[in-house]
């Protein structure tokens, strides 16, 4: 919600999730009718990847890609949480884990089913592919509690061989150097900073960010397509 804070001219503002459960927009599980509720009254258009439940989640996939595959690539700002399980956006363990990280660039999305499903939301779900995320302008990361920050960090170490998705989704044959909270994507820059928050009992909350390369402003993100939502399992 604090996003929708920002001083900008929302209706230049194109905003749909990251990832969706493939449910029916009335369903309380869906993430486009959380979005639709914070930012549709800002002014920003809000689109939705599905409108019902579908039997076919691969479908479903193909359908959400060729819907967003629309508008101007890549997106000015991917914004993503990290599950404490190390998955990002719908990119889980399954049968199609490796469809969402390998796709080939002209697949903006693809349907997956996380197995084991979680017990919370257990539906199919659609999720941009890991090269449409590492594409993005700017990649910020928003993690609440030590534990998802414990995930990020050991994925961000165990790179491309990390056990974790978010690990696989960050590697990058493009990745230049990394040092400790901080990469390099080509011309991007995906750096770590902690602010103070009701994350948990220490009240620590971290940010990952992806951007252009600082300069001497550092980096200063900004977009008229804006593409994510809280993590949510």
Known sequence: ASLAEAKLDWKRVTIFPTDERIVAMTDPLSNVA??????????????????????DYKAAG????????????????????????GHTASIFPGPDYEDALNAPTERRMVGVMPDPLPPEAPV??????RASIQSA???????????KRAA???????????????????????????????????????????????????GDRRRLRAGPAPGPQGLQPHGDQIQGNQQRR
């Open 152 to 202: 990020l960090e050991s994925a961000i170490n165990g790179g491309d061989s990390s056990p974790l998705p978010v690990g696989r989704v960050l590697a990058s044959p493009y990745c230049r150097t990394m040092e400790t909270g901080r990469l390099i994507f080509g011309q991007a820059e995906v750096s770590t900073a902690v602010r103070g928050g009701p994350a948990d009992d220490s």
């Open 137 to 147: 302008k700017t990649l910020i990361f928003v993690l609440a509690g030590n534990d």
């Open 34 to 55: 959380m979005i639709g509720r914070i930012f549709i009254p800002k002014g920003a258009r809000v689109i939705p990847l599905v409108s019902e439940k579908a039997a």
């Open 62 to 85: 193909v359908a959400a890609s060729s819907r967003v595959s629309d508008f101007h690539w890549p997106l000015d700002l991917v914004w993503l949480g990290v599950g404490t399980d």
């Open 124 to 129: 199919a779900r659609i999720s941009l592919t």
